[in-house]
Structures are given as C-alpha cells and as structure tokens.
C-alpha cells in the first residue's frame, strides 16, 4: 500500500524543539520531490517546505525560514522536518506531501498528520 | 510572494446543484495550480492538477479551468461527498501558496 505516515508530533513548551519524521512505503521514495504543509486548528492550509527527490534542493516559507530545518533519508524513505524555537502560533496538524508528477507541486500523496500542540 | 485570493469562502448548496469556486492569482501562474479537497479529521486529496487535468480516480463531475491568475473549480452535480473544504494551491515559483478555502456546505 502506498503510504506516508507522519509521527513525533507532541505537546512541546514555547521555546522547544520537535522533530517530525515521515515514514513512505509502498513506491520508490527517491522518485518524488516531497513538501511539509501544515494546518492550524480551524484554519487553512500553509506550505512549509519543499525537498527536491535528491534533498539537494530545499526551499521554504518565508514564515519558517531559519526556524525550520527539512531533510530526507532516501536510503530510510523518510522525510523529516525539524522545527526550533517552537511558538504558540506552531500549533497545527504537520503533513507530509508527495508529488510524482514531473512538475513538482501537484501533491497526489499526503499523509495523516501529525498533530504539534505548543503550550506551557 | 504569489497571493492566492479564493471565492467564495463558504458556500451553501443543495444535492445536484452546479457549482463554481474561483482563485485568482496576484501574478501570472500560467496553469501551475491545483485543486483539493479536504473533508472533517481527513487530509486533503487533489483533484484537478495543471489548472485542468482530472486527477486519476477523481469523478468527471470535477472539472478545472483556467489560466493566467484566474482559474475556476466547477462540480456539474453536487453529490452527497462533495460537501467539503477546498482549496486551490499555485505551484508556479516557492513559496507555494494556497487559496484561504471554500467551506462547501448543504443548504
């Protein structure tokens, strides 16, 4: 089955760290160009980053720039996002994103979620 | 950065009914723009990718249009499912940018 399964999702305090992970199975991982979007509770969606198939491309939002760090394993079919200096305002569900198509930005994969709470 | 302006936000319509929700772009996308949708608790799935092109397993009642910054989403005939948030997203240069949503209601 193919599949993204996000995890490390948590109730963290102001000013921490989290690392999100994001298990693929059931394609060849090295073959999609992946992104992070994120989704505050009751609101809408917000792209977060982008990592080309090979992770030696990697763009973000201009609201994460410097905070959050994204990255791949290909050898692990994992994709992950590190996220520093956590703010009230990081509460929402992560999801990770796959697209095949040869233009990147068509997601046809998207995991469950992994729901980040940041409170004291 | 690309805005993405979306509408209408909330919309109410019956079974059957023929809708049309629209994006518009602050600049130039050409057709780099899809179309999601996201019911309750689930994560989005895309529809309509490349402005027009029916995603594979998407019903034929979906349909995309559009190019330039602006681009509409219809649905021939509202089913049942179809009640849901959708969003358009542009993908032409990062950062992407989704619209706000349109939050598809039964009237």
């Given at each position: 089955e193919v599949q993204l399964v996000e995890s490390?999702?948590?109730?963290?305090?102001?000013?921490?760290?989290?690392?999100?992970?994001?298990?693929?199975?059931?394609?060849?991982?090295?073959?999609?160009?992946?992104?992070?979007?994120?989704?505050?509770?009751?609101k809408g969606l917000e792209w977060l980053a982008y990592v080309s198939a090979t992770?030696?491309?990697?763009?973000y939002a201009d609201s994460v720039k410097g905070r959050f760090t994204a990255s791949r394993d290909n050898d692990k079919n994992s994709l992950f996002l590190q996220i520093h200096t956590l703010r009230d305002?990081?509460?929402?569900?992560?999801?990770?994103?796959?697209?095949?198509?040869?233009?990147?930005g068509y997601f046809d994969l998207w995991g469950r979620g992994t729901l980040v709470t940041v409170s004291s | 950065d690309i805005q993405m302006t979306q509408s209408p936000s909330s919309l109410s319509a019956s079974e059957g009914d023929r809708v049309t929700i629209t994006c518009r772009a602050s600049q130039s996308i050409t057709t780099y723009l899809s179309w999601y949708q996201q019911r309750p608790g689930k994560a989005p799935k895309l529809l309509i990718?490349?402005?027009?092109?029916?995603?594979?397993?998407?019903p034929s009642r979906f349909s995309g249009d559009g190019s330039g910054t602006d681009f509409a989403l219809t649905i021939s005939s509202?089913?049942?499912e179809d009640f849901a948030t959708y969003y358009c997203l542009q993908n032409s240069r990062t950062p992407y940018t989704f619209g706000q949503g349109t939050n598809l209601e039964i009237k």
């Amino acid at each position: 089955e193919v599949q993204l399964v996000e995890s490390g999702g948590g109730l963290v305090q102001p000013g921490g760290s989290l690392r999100l992970s994001c298990a693929a199975s059931g394609f060849t991982f090295s073959d999609k160009t992946m992104s992070w979007v994120r989704q505050a509770p009751g609101k809408g969606l917000e792209w977060l980053a982008y990592v080309s198939a090979t992770g030696g491309t990697i763009y973000y939002a201009d609201s994460v720039k410097g905070r959050f760090t994204a990255s791949r394993d290909n050898d692990k079919n994992s994709l992950f996002l590190q996220i520093h200096t956590l703010r009230d305002e990081d509460t929402a569900v992560y999801f990770c994103l796959g697209s095949g198509y040869s233009r990147a930005g068509y997601f046809d994969l998207w995991g469950r979620g992994t729901l980040v709470t940041v409170s004291s | 950065d690309i805005q993405m302006t979306q509408s209408p936000s909330s919309l109410s319509a019956s079974e059957g009914d023929r809708v049309t929700i629209t994006c518009r772009a602050s600049q130039s996308i050409t057709t780099y723009l899809s179309w999601y949708q996201q019911r309750p608790g689930k994560a989005p799935k895309l529809l309509i990718y490349a402005a027009s092109r029916l995603q594979s397993g998407v019903p034929s009642r979906f349909s995309g249009d559009g190019s330039g910054t602006d681009f509409a989403l219809t649905i021939s005939s509202l089913q049942p499912e179809d009640f849901a948030t959708y969003y358009c997203l542009q993908n032409s240069r990062t950062p992407y940018t989704f619209g706000q949503g349109t939050n598809l209601e039964i009237k």
